[in-house]
């Protein structure tokens, strides 16, 4: 009875899209935008590509990707959106507790080359995030 008295109410589905799933385009298509419309809205920067890769993500890919955000963090390698060397500490810095506690949560429930390959960055990381911070301080006295 109920599903009777909720049967007119509910929600319309518009198909907005321009195309139709040929490729062709739709004769009922909504209209392009206002030119003015258009041009009050901001600018959208394109996001960069996904990596394209047929092997799935595992663990020590995981890891090597989290490393990577971190030298690029501490200006190692360059952005390769923007293409420039840029140093945020404190995000680097973000990254390695990050690391840190994957190593602290995941002990021993990972393979012993896992096991190895984190501690080794881990430690790599650290190490030069040691280092810039000393530079850091004696640069700016």
Do not use: C
């Not at 195309?19 to 959208?44: K, L, T």
């Not at 890769?53 to 020590?60: C, L, Y």
């Not at 404190?90 to 990254?95: C, F, L, R, Y």
Request: charged share 35%; net charge negative.
């Amino acid at each position: 009875m109920d599903e009777e008295k909720n049967e007119g109410r509910g929600f319309r589905v518009t198909d907005r899209r321009r195309f139709a799933e040929s490729g062709e385009p739709r004769e009922d298509a909504p209209s392009a935008p206002a030119p003015e419309a258009a041009a009050a809205a901001p600018p959208v920067e394109e996001a960069p590509p996904p990596p394209k890769s047929d092997e799935p993500v595992n663990f020590p890919t995981f890891i090597l990707g989290l490393s990577t955000q971190a030298l690029l963090h501490m200006g190692e390698i360059e952005d390769p959106v923007t293409r420039r060397v840029e140093r945020d500490l404190g995000a680097a810095k973000h990254v390695i507790d990050i690391l840190g506690i994957l190593r602290e949560k995941t002990r021993n429930n990972l393979e012993q080359a896992e096991e190895a390959l984190l501690d080794s960055i881990l430690y790599d990381l650290r190490m030069r995030y040691v280092e810039l911070v000393r530079r850091g301080v004696k640069e700016g006295t």
